[in-house]
């Protein structure tokens, strides 16, 4: 009984994106930085996204100023893999929680945990991403 009144309150959230795209985006998002591709990634977002990653930090204001900050990372000489843990969805936000290993050659290797949430304009583009990682979240 229980299950069915929580599984009821959901069907009452609205969204104009499907949870499959945005499932789908978030999947593709974290595929972009093992493949370092920056244009695709970008595709993702709408011009005047802005991106705090991480919180707390000055945000990244407009595609460009994002994109610039991707630039460091995809032309370096990093290797990323990301690992979903977990999506949550409603309406036309989503927050997920993934591993990203990094290695940089001699430097050896390190794994962050993050929590990201995005929220998706109509157009199914999103226009916000907050990335939450501190000290704590690399080992």
């Known amino acids: 009984m229980l299950k069915e009144a929580v599984r ?14 945005i499932r789908s985006t978030i999947e593709k998002y974290l595929q972009t930085y093992v493949t370092k591709d920056t244009a695709t990634r970008a595709a993702m977002f709408s011009d005047d996204a802005i991106a705090d990653d991480p919180v707390g930090a000055p945000p990244f204001v407009g595609k460009e100023a994002i994109v610039n900050f991707w630039s460091i990372a995809d032309q370096g000489p ?7 843990e977990r999506i949550v ?15 940089v050659g001699d430097m050896g290797s390190a794994t962050m945990k993050i929590t990201e949430t995005l929220v998706f304009d109509d157009a199914g583009k999103i226009k916000q991403l907050r990335a939450y990682w501190d000290e704590h979240s690399v080992t």
Request: proline share 6%; aromatic share 6%.
């Open 8 to 21: 009821s309150l959901l069907g009452s959230i609205e969204g104009t994106v499907t949870p499959e795209h």
């Open 89 to 103: 969805v409603c309406g036309n936000e989503a927050v997920f929680i993934f591993n990203m290993k990094m290695s």
């Open 78 to 84: 990093a290797t990323l893999e990301p690992k979903v």
